[in-house]
């Protein structure tokens, strides 16, 4: 449950943990234009410190190295915006050379510089928002590093090395405060997302995770050229089960039923709950007519697993109706509703042909000639 979570939050390509920004690519994005405008003005506001605080201008020397700073800003805000796509080495560098630059600056200007020290704990708290944990330690642990090369280097430093001792002391105390506060926030959001997402009866999908895990894998089949098969299928006699053995029997076959099938399927798949004996199955990534019949016998031999209640026989099977994507009658824009409605039809022909068996729709059938057979048994 916890990839389908992951892979709901569009989490499944960058890894990064449950408390990080809702949208990595945004965020990078939005350091990047932050860091640029801070370097543009950073230098300026400090220099504009020092004035009213009666300290004289910045040395000379220092304007190389802001120069520098505002290039390699630059420079990563036309990296992001020419490769949008999240880069996990991207962030690792700037992650690192964020407070080193910045230690360069301070190095540079000497004493007249020492309040650009907010901008560490300015990188370690971005980092922490937007990010999660992992890179926050990292960062901080870049600037710890930084500091104490910087008391090594610069003789106005080390005759206050207490400054610095108090500076590192302040950034562990803030890494400390947001790892404690990501992983409640971690946790809660978890729990939130479990408790919109998931069918309570039964612990799988239910229809709004579902809609939006399809749309993912539409999109990822337009992009990538694979395919998709999404099937259909509500329980043959589980109202006369419910009528004759009352509701406790109802959802004794429901949660057996989805915690036995769950196990079967690939981690990949989608196994979701739409209504009260409805269920829906994505298969991404299928090869051919083989990967839809293999999931149809598994939900058959499992419903047929159930025999009992209570010492009260039941019997309960299936008509599973399909649809594929990309498939011949395919229109201009495919959405989640159509392929659902396409399923939704061949399960109702799976049904008058006799039920206990799996029909694919003939409009949404695979688009290169290996098509399945209209109706088969299970």
């Avoid at 910045?102 to 020290?117: D, I, K, Q």
């Avoid at 894998?217 to 009528?243: M, T």
Wanted: aromatic fraction near 10%; charge should be neutral; include cysteine.
């Amino acid at each position: 449950m916890l990839d389908q979570i992951d892979r709901l939050r569009g989490r499944g390509a960058s890894g990064l943990p449950v408390g990080a920004h809702d949208n990595p690519l945004r965020s990078e994005a939005e350091q990047s234009v932050v860091r640029f405008v801070f370097a543009l003005f950073g230098v300026g506001i400090g220099w504009i410190a020092y004035t009213l605080a009666g300290a004289g201008d910045l040395p000379w020397t220092l304007w190389p190295y802001a120069g520098g700073y505002i290039a390699y800003s630059a420079l990563c805000l036309l990296h992001v915006r020419q490769w949008p796509d999240f880069n996990r080495l991207r962030l690792v560098m700037t992650t690192l050379l964020d407070p080193l630059l910045v230690t360069t600056l301070l190095w540079a200007g000497g004493e007249r510089t020492t309040p650009l020290v907010w901008t560490y704990f300015w990188f370690v708290t971005a980092q922490g928002v937007r990010y999660g944990t992992p890179w926050m330690l990292l960062s901080a642990g870049t600037t710890a590093a930084a500091v104490a090369t910087l008391v090594w280097l610069e003789p106005g430093w080390r005759q206050h090395a207490s400054y610095a001792v108090g500076i590192v002391l302040s950034l562990a105390a803030v890494a400390i405060f947001l790892s404690i506060a990501n992983m409640r926030l971690s946790a809660l959001q978890r729990r939130l997302i479990q408790m919109a997402s998931h069918d309570p009866l039964t612990g799988v999908a239910n229809r709004s995770m579902f809609y939006d895990l399809l749309m993912q894998a539409i999109w990822r089949c337009q992009r990538n050229h694979k395919r998709l098969a999404v099937l259909s299928f509500d329980l043959d006699g589980f109202k006369l089960v419910n009528d004759t053995h009352g509701h406790r029997a109802g959802d004794y076959v429901l949660k057996a039923f989805a915690s036995r099938l769950a196990p079967t399927l690939r981690r990949e798949d989608v196994f979701a709950r739409i209504g009260g004996d409805e269920f829906v199955i994505l298969l991404e990534n299928i090869s051919g007519p083989a990967n839809v019949s293999r999931v149809s016998e598994l939900i058959l031999s499992t419903l047929a697993s159930i025999e009992d209640f209570e010492g009260h026989a039941v019997a309960i099977s299936a008509s599973i109706g399909v649809a594929t994507y990309p498939f011949l009658a395919m229109p201009d824009e495919v959405t989640p509703d159509h392929l659902l409605a396409c399923a939704d039809a061949a399960m109702y022909k799976a049904k008058s042909a006799g039920r206990s068996r799996t029909c694919v729709d003939v409009s949404a059938m695979l688009d290169d000639g290996e098509l399945l057979a209209p109706v088969f048994p299970g």
